[in-house]
Structure formats: structure tokens, C-alpha cells
């Protein structure tokens, strides 16, 4: 028996509505043995302003707090009086870290097994009086997923050119010290950068963007193939990343009917309760997704393993689905002021 469009709206909407929770602020300090209480008040100031660069620029929240915890440490051996613009500086140094970072994944990558996807943030939808310091990294339209996906299609030069250049105003010339190459080189690959983060769909709205995913999970709900079909870009994706660690889709699924029956497979195999009823509404990066605890199965349908889905919107209808599933990818998930995959 399938679960009703307005039984699953009014779990959704209602969570929505009515969901408040009180999320503890979550900063990590790095406290030096030796520090002046000067230059720990002067580093806390930009504390957000490095995770929100580190974030950007390697698109993982364990990889970004790394780079601003080691750029603590390295300012905590430097010479403070020699440094005019603390500012500048730190970011600088967190754009070295992160060029490693970018490096090391790169060759991570080449051993993955199927789609490569960014570590998402995961926030309660009602806002909390003090938010967790990650909650403010994607506040920015440019952290949205959709956006964060296509600077993962980016070399790593290109994306700390454009990243550091176009998002956070970082002068040519410094980018070119980063990178080790020419200034008119910084730019060329800023310029790449551009082309390529093009692709990303226009932001929308945040209400434009819940109504078009509402209206995906309403037709999800009915089980029928041209009410999901209507509700997708003719272009729809679906995404998936698990690296074989949990079950999703290796390949990327394109266009709306191969969407919807693959969607309506995973029905008859997991059961509507696990697939829909049981995900809760969150922000994935500052958008309306869900989360999913673990589903137990049962004698009919196998478990389902955790898992965050997100969403992209092109005029009024869902252009690309995202189902990060891989565990190593949960560290940004912050509910009800926990971080439940921590591991610190």
C-alpha cells in the first residue's frame, strides 16, 4: 500500500513548521602553548571567514577545519609583527593548505568507486539563536550544492584561482605566489574557473526552491511516473555517492522517465516507508533536503542506509537530485546542536 501525497506533505511540512531545536555553538579552538591573548582574539575574528574559504576551496568540512586548525599553528610560529593585513595573511596560507588538500583528493579520486560528490553541510530548517560556526559557511549562494558540485569539476589550480579571486576578492598577484606560476597565469585559470562554474543552474529563491522539491516529493508519493516526470527539468540528473560503502546509483541517471523508474525501483525494493516517511526535512547547504536515518528492514524490503538528499532547481522544476550516502561524508551534519558522525 503506497503512503498518500497529502500523508507525506503534512510530515514535511509540518517538521517544517514546527521544528525547533537549539543548536550549541560548536567552535573549535586550537589554543596555543604559547600565544599572546592578543593574537588568539585576532585569529578567532576570522575564524569563519578561513572555514568559509576552506570550505569553498576543497568542498569537505573535515578538510577545511584541518587547514584553518594548521593555519593557527602556523601563524602561532610566525613573527606577528612582520604581518601588516592578518587577514590576507591567514587566507593565504589556508589557500596552501587547501592546494595540498585538493591535491591529495585528486589522487583519491582516481581509486573511488563511482561519483565523486561534496561533503554537505546538514542543518535543522528553523534557525537556532546561536548556529554551529558551519551553519554561517552557507549562508552564501556559492556554497549552495549546485554550486559546490561544479567547482568539484575543476583542477585544482583553477579552483583555487577562482575560488580565492572571484569569491573572496584575493589579488592576482598573491593567487600567483599560491599557485607558483605567472600573474597572467592566475588569471587564465580564474578565467577557466569561470567558464566552468557557469554550468551551475542560476540560484533560485529559497521558497522556489522548497516548492519545486515539494512538488517532486508530492508526485514521488503518488507513484505515478508522469506526475514525477512533470515535476523534472528535462535535463534532471540524479547523482549519486557512496563509494561503495552503502548502496546508491554508480552511474549518473539522466532524464526525467529514467529518473522516475529508477526511483519507482527503489520502491518496490526498500518499501515507501524507508524511502519517503522516515526522511526528515533539513537545509543542505541553505536548501530544503532531507536526511535519512538508518531504515531497518524487514521481511520484505532490505535496510537503507543513512543518507542526505539534495537538490538543485531550474525554473520551477528539480533539475539535479543528489543522494550523498557515503559515511566519511557525514562530518557536516549538525541536528539538534550534534554533530552525530564527529569523530572528534
Known sequence: MTLGADAVLDTYTGTLTARHANVASRVRLYTPIVASTDVVDDFETHRRHLLAVAYRLTGSVTDAEDAVQESWLRLDHADVREIRDLRAWLTTVVGRICLDHLRSAAVRRERYVGQWLPEPIVTDVNPSSRPDPL???VQDEDARMAAMVVLDTMSPQQRIAFVLHDGFSVPFDEISA??????????????RGRRAAAAAPPPVSADQHAEAVLRLVEAMATGDIDRIVATLDPDVVMVGDADGKTGTAI???RGPEKFARFFLGLVRRYGWEALLATRTP???????????ERADGDGTHPPVAPRVSAYAVRDGRVCAAYDVANPDKFHGIVLGGQR????S
Open 135 to 137: 551553519e554561517t559557511l
Open 178 to 191: 599560491i599557485l607558483g606560476v605567472e600573474t597572467a597565469t592566475a588569471r587564465q585559470l580564474a578565467s
Open 340 to 343: 552525530p558522525f564527529d569523530a
Open 282 to 292: 533539513v537545509l543542505v547547504n541553505g536548501r530544503l533536503g532531507f536526511y535519512g
Open 251 to 253: 552511474n549518473v541517471i
